[in-house]
């Protein structure tokens, strides 16, 4: 991981391993991509395409798993990829090769964390309904930030098939609660101890009626209990959802594949970035 230190900024990044792996899987000069995934294109595990190098397949998706951990714009690529570790087809090969030519474009891309900003953990959580083409099981994706640039993020299929988008994204809310729980201990550890309630934006309303009102039966009574403790984090001031629109939705790209425009205006929302950006830096 390499670090570049300005008079206001830390910039993080991993452009050499980066530059590794397109050498090893001999991509060095291929041509780049705007998005790591087609947004139309469907990945499952029977698509009718012949099967590939099992284990050059797994050494790939497990190169860009740990390229995730300063890469985030390419988190949902990675866990989605994963998935088909087992008996891949060239097509999941060709998804996988497509995020390295994303890579090779965005190459010295990393997340830039500016000084002087306000040290309040923020968090966003989303779903994607139904999303698994084998399963139907949804998506689950959050992000949290402290300050500036988003320092903890996830991107996971939910256990279980939800039964409406409301209770995808109420399973979804409650798996970013847990996590925004970890890190106010994790802060408060550090000296940096969350004495206000921890914001969670979400964009469905009725999730959030849902976990702010006990009463919500209809909708909730096949909910499993696990994920109801969301209500008792927001009657003690620990948590608040709020309301945010769809398109400031920044989890929404740990969910899903998305287009051109969406992907890259999320992207600059999680604080990634070109290097070339920067100003007066200084490589560490």
């Known amino acids: 991981m390499g670090v570049t230190q300005t008079e206001g900024s830390i910039f993080i990044h991993q452009k050499k391993y980066a530059k590794t792996l397109l050498e090893k899987f001999r991509l060095k000069d291929c041509k780049s991509v705007c998005t ?3 947004a139309t294109d469907k990945l499952q595990r029977e698509d009718g395409s012949e099967a590939t190098d099992e284990s050059l397949y797994k050494k790939m998706v497990g190169s860009l798993l740990y390229l995730t951990a300063t890469r985030p714009d390419i988190m949902f690529s990675a866990s989605l ?16 090769k497509r995020v390295l030519r994303y890579i090779q474009g965005t190459i010295d891309y990393g997340i830039e964390y500016v000084a002087g ?24 994706g959050y992000a949290f930030s402290f300050g500036s640039g988003t320092f903890a993020w996830a991107s996971v299929k939910q256990q279980s098939v939800a039964l409406s988008t409301v209770e995808a994204e109420y399973m979804s809310a409650a798996e970013a609660t847990s996590q925004a729980i970890w890190l106010r201990l994790v802060l408060e550890d550090f000296g940096e101890e969350q004495t206000t309630t921890t914001t969670l934006f979400c964009d469905s309303t009725s999730a959030i009626a849902m976990a702010k009102n006990p009463v919500f039966h209809q909708k909730s009574k096949h909910i499993d209990k696990k994920f109801h403790f969301i209500r008792d984090e927001i009657q003690k001031g620990v948590i608040e959802l709020i309301y945010c629109k769809g398109e400031e939705q920044i989890a929404d790209i740990f969910t899903k594949a998305l287009h051109r425009d ?12 070109s290097a070339s950006t920067l100003e007066g830096s200084v490589e560490m």
């Open 36 to 38: 790591p995934l087609v």
């Open 81 to 96: 990829l994963a998935r088909f570790m087992h008996n891949p087809s060239k097509k999941h090969y060709g998804a996988a």
């Open 117 to 140: 900003k306000s040290a309040l953990l923020i968090g966003y959580c989303d779903s994607d309904w139904s999303g698994s083409e084998d399963d139907r099981k949804s998506t689950s």
């Open 262 to 273: 969406r992907f890259c205006y999320l992207r600059s929302l999680l604080g990634v970035k």
